[in-house]
């Protein structure tokens, strides 16, 4: 494998030091071979010890692979069926206009019930942002909760994908129903030990000692980061596994083995076989028909390089996480982080790419991070008689007209994209007015509906 190790690293650097990452663990395999596995950065900050692939991270909602590979295998020994309906294992009066959600709809985010929020609500509230606390312990607890939100159905079960984390709690409730084992006790005995993670532990459990494992971190907007709290995730089965990237690639090594020896060889392929597609869209004028990411049991599917990438990402605020392979090549590669800033499945795209021998320029991602970088910055008119700053702003572009004491802010979407134009709109309550980013050679100006500015100096940082 030809792999530019140096340009995988500025990449890590440069995108740690913009959003102020604390710590990243990489690692990449080949068939079952570690080619490449490093920390980044700190997994202690204040007492400055360095990340490394033996520290432990929050893998989050990647857990939601193990979950589906648990219900695969119970699959297997006869123990359920995919079609039955979720009300054989668990109380649960959910009928999404009248059908029954099954646990195929489970796995694949199409129960008809979107999005309710628990996990945001307990984490934030964790960590003292905002949320709420929930008095949520048990599979119970969640079934009590959730028999509540009858009349918050959109679709019915199978129509839709709305990214559900309660229907992953169900589907603990379902193993621990059917073995009579907790959850975490399941996965332990049936899928950690036989792949030799026999250091991986759940959020609340105590780790192995000696363990390496990262402090997390909350990073404010616009302050320094500060130490979190690895909060206990209930039952777990939607995010609560802890992990670290040497130990990852051992269970990347069983997606491709086509998962031997833990499920049937179709067991795999009906784990990985794309269902639903998510509600993702490129933008047309910069990405043309770009074929959206489909969901398929815990884990996504989606095109990549002229492959297929297979994986998922994860996030409790205080650690994120991704683990993707493309099997095609025979090539995982496992990202972990204790902070959310830059998408560590972004790292992980940029990894594989490499490692493709592929240029990380043609990712759809990179190219729009450089169309950005094209036009942030400081603006001024003639002789500075106003100054304007753009920067990006939650996947858009955020320009603010500098005063003291009353700024404006608006809000620009990029709606044409064009060599050396880009043409935008600004949102400013019901107006949106015309903008424009022009390229000559190194200068670049800007017309913002009446005014015409030119870049004094890109943004740093």
């Not at 193990?66 to 039955?84: H, I, P, R, W």
């Not at 759940?202 to 907007?221: D, K, Q």
């Not at 489909?294 to 990438?309: C, D, I, K, N, T």
Request: contains cysteine; neutral net charge; hydrophobic residues 40%.
């Amino acid at each position: 494998m030809n792999f530019d190790w140096k340009q995988l690293e500025e990449f890590i650097q440069e995108r740690m030091r913009k959003t102020r990452l604390p710590g990243v663990s990489l690692a990449l395999i080949e068939g079952e071979e570690a080619v490449y596995a490093r920390g980044y950065g700190f997994r202690d900050v204040e007492k400055a010890l360095p990340a490394t692939p033996h520290t432990f991270y929050g893998i989050g909602s990647v857990t939601k692979s193990f979950t589906a590979l648990a219900v695969l295998k119970l699959e297997e020994a006869g123990a359920l069926n995919l079609e039955d309906p979720v009300h054989r294992f668990l109380d649960l009066r959910l009928h999404p206009f009248g059908e029954p959600v099954r646990v195929h709809h489970l796995l694949t985010h199409t129960s008809g019930l979107p999005a309710l929020a628990y996990a945001e609500a307990l984490i934030r509230y964790a960590q003292g942002t905002s949320g709420q606390f929930l008095p949520l312990s048990s599979v119970d607890d969640f079934l009590a909760w959730l028999n509540g939100a009858e009349d918050w159905v959109e679709t019915r079960p199978g129509e839709r994908w709305f990214y559900l984390n309660e229907g992953y709690i169900l589907l603990g409730g379902i193993v621990e129903k059917l073995t009579g084992k907790p959850f975490r006790e399941y996965v332990r005995e049936e899928i950690l030990k036989p792949l030799g993670m026999e250091k991986s532990f759940f959020l609340g459990e105590e780790p192995t000692p000696g363990v390496e494992w990262a402090t997390p971190y909350v990073i404010p907007s616009q302050a320094t980061p500060r130490p979190g709290k690895a909060m206990p995730i209930p039952i777990g089965s939607d995010g609560g596994l802890v992990s670290s990237v040497s130990e990852l690639t051992k269970y990347l090594a069983l997606f491709l083995r086509q998962g031997e020896p833990l499920i049937r060889r179709a067991s795999y392929k009906q784990m990985i076989q794309p269902r639903v597609p998510l509600p993702h869209k490129p933008h047309p004028s910069f990405f043309g028909d770009l074929v959206v990411p489909l969901y398929a049991y815990g884990l996504m599917v989606q095109p990549f390089l002229g492959y297929s990438l297979v994986g998922h990402g994860g996030s409790v605020l205080v650690y994120t996480a991704y683990l993707g392979f493309v099997p095609e090549r025979g090539l995982g590669v496992a990202v972990l982080a204790n902070g959310s800033g830059y998408p560590m499945g972004q790292i992980a795209q940029v990894a594989l790419a490499l490692a493709l021998g592929e240029d990380p320029a043609k990712l759809p991602f990179v190219r729009w991070e450089k169309l950005l970088d094209s036009v942030c910055g400081i603006y001024s008119t003639y002789r500075g008689g106003m100054r304007m700053s753009v920067r990006p702003k939650g996947g858009a572009l955020e320009a603010v007209q500098e005063d003291r004491e009353a700024p404006l802010s608006y809000i620009l979407t990029v709606e044409e994209i064009a060599p050396n134009r880009v043409g935008c709109l600004a949102h400013l309550g019901d107006r949106r007015l015309p903008v424009e980013f022009r390229t000559l050679g190194k200068e670049v100006e800007l017309v913002f509906e009446r005014y015409k500015l030119r870049r004094e100096a890109p943004l740093v940082g």
